[in-house]
Structures are given as structure tokens and as C-alpha cells.
């Protein structure tokens, strides 16, 4: 069965794009949502083996849903990346605090996702 | 292998997977664009996604009365700014003319001043109906590169219908020559 990795952006281009290079470049699967509170019940119902989201997002931003996420024990062990345009230290040392586990800036370039997005999950 | 050329006339030689997938998505999200606002919407995404910008304006070319109003920005006032002085006379007849004016160097990273990276004309049957101007890059986006000038060249060609819809006809229907910056 394939790996399933839930993508989380506010923005239909992001979406797109990374939903595009993953399914088209790799073997996962991808499911969408378009905040962090979306992305929290998502998560839960879908039990994705990783999870790409955005950290700027309307009603729940990407720390906080990436908090909730750890709080849940269905979620607690889910691999988290944040993809943000910030790539300021202080920034990066806030999306860490919340407890993801990695950390990359837009603009995204398409075979460092595919790199690390397989290193979690394999090839 | 596939040969193309980029926004300046450069010949690029092959293309590469993960470029023709970018340049997908974001003539994708044209095309589906609902109406202007999401149009814009989408623009304002392209270039942050892809281009990694958060400071733009967009520029309405007036043949009328030979002026570029500001037609819409997003991180900046362009008006404070007077972003299109920085092209000069002949820097704004090449845009007018269809060609891409970019800055490949990099970005200023002084934070002290809005400096214009790139200037790309919105063309609609071989005219410019509108200049798209790309101001200070993402801290982590170094400077422009290849794929980004077949992006602006998309932008170029395909953003005007979608940005513009059916004004655009008319429009250009009642706009005389003549421009200034």
C-alpha cells in the first residue's frame, strides 16, 4: 500500500505544486487540507504516514496545528515538515519548539522535497 | 532533447522534470482562476511559491493618457516607492516591447531600500497591457535563475487573459500609442 502524506497549505499554488511533485515523482499518496485545523482532524482521520504543512495559514497557523498534532496520541508519532517562506533562525527555532521534526523554506525546490520527504519514508 | 528559449531569447537546452511541473501548476492556477480577485490571488501565490517574493506591483498601462497607474500590490506602496523610475526611459521601451528586465545578480539585502529585481511585461495580442514588477527576494532566495526566466515568460504570455479578463479586448481597443514612465 502506498505511503500517505498529508499536505497542508492555505495556498491553492503550494497545493498544487507540491501535491504534483510528490505523486509524480515518488509513490506516496497525497491528501490535502487547506489550514492547520483541517489538517489536525485530517490527520486524524486519514492516519497519514507524514505530514508537509505550511506554517502561515488562516484559523490554525502550522505550529500550532503542528502542537495539537503532538497532544494527540494518534498523531503524537507522525513526522511533521514545516514549509514556510520565513527562514529566519528565530523562526525555525519556533517551528522546532512546536515539535516538527524538519523544516523547509519556499520557494521549495522540488528534488530537495522528494529527498527529504523520502528519508523519513524511504524510496 | 527539447531546446527552448527564456524570457531574455536565451537558448535553454533540455528541460528539467521538476521545472516543467512548477511551470504546470502555475499555468494551472491561471487558467482556473474563478474571476480577477482569484486571479491575483493566484499571481500573488506564483511568486511567492515559485519566485520567492513577498513585495510586488502591478502596473496597468493607460495608452490614453500614456501612464502606468498602479493597478494592484501586495508587501510594498509602490506609490512611495516610484518603482518604475528604475527602469529608465530605455528600460521601459524594451519592457513595452515585450521583453523581461531582470536583475540576475541577487537581491539587496540591506532591507533599507525596495529594489525592483525583475520587471515583466503582461502581454495580450503582441501588446503590453500591464508591467509586473518583482521587488526584494526571500532572505533564503538568493538570485534568479534559468527556470525562473521560463516562469516569467509564462507569466508574460499566459497572465493577462486570467488578470484582465474580458477588459482586455476592449481596453486595448480604445488605448492610443505612447507611454511614459
Known sequence: MAKKILVVDD?????????EILEKRTTYQCVT??????????AQQEHPDLVLMDVVMPRMNGFEACKMMRQQPST?????????TRGEESYMEAGFQSGCNDYITKPVNGAELVALVQSYLGE | MNDSKNASGQKVSGTDPMNDLRLGAARKRLAESRNQDDAIEGLREIIANFLGSEEIGLFRVDRGTGTLPVFWSFGIDPEKYD???ALGEAGLRRVMRGECH??????DRSGAMTKVQA?????????????LAILR????KLAFDRHDMELFK???DEAAQPLFGSNVDSKLATEGPGMRA
Open chain 2, 154 to 156: 509564462l507569466l508574460s
Open chain 2, 119 to 131: 520587471f515583466v511585461p503582461i502581454r495580450f495580442a503582441n501588446q503590453t497591457i500591464a508591467i
Open chain 1, 76 to 84: 503524537r508519532e507522525i513526522p511533521i515538515v514545516l514549509v514556510t
Open chain 2, 83 to 85: 518603482l518604475l523610475r
Open chain 2, 137 to 140: 527576494l526571500l532572505p533564503q
Open chain 1, 11 to 19: 495556498s491553492k499554488t503550494a497545493l498544487m505544486m507540491e501535491r
Open chain 1, 33 to 42: 487540507a487547506a489550514d492547520g485545523q483541517e489538517a489536525v482532524e485530517k
Open chain 2, 102 to 107: 531582470v536583475d540576475l545578480a541577487g537581491g
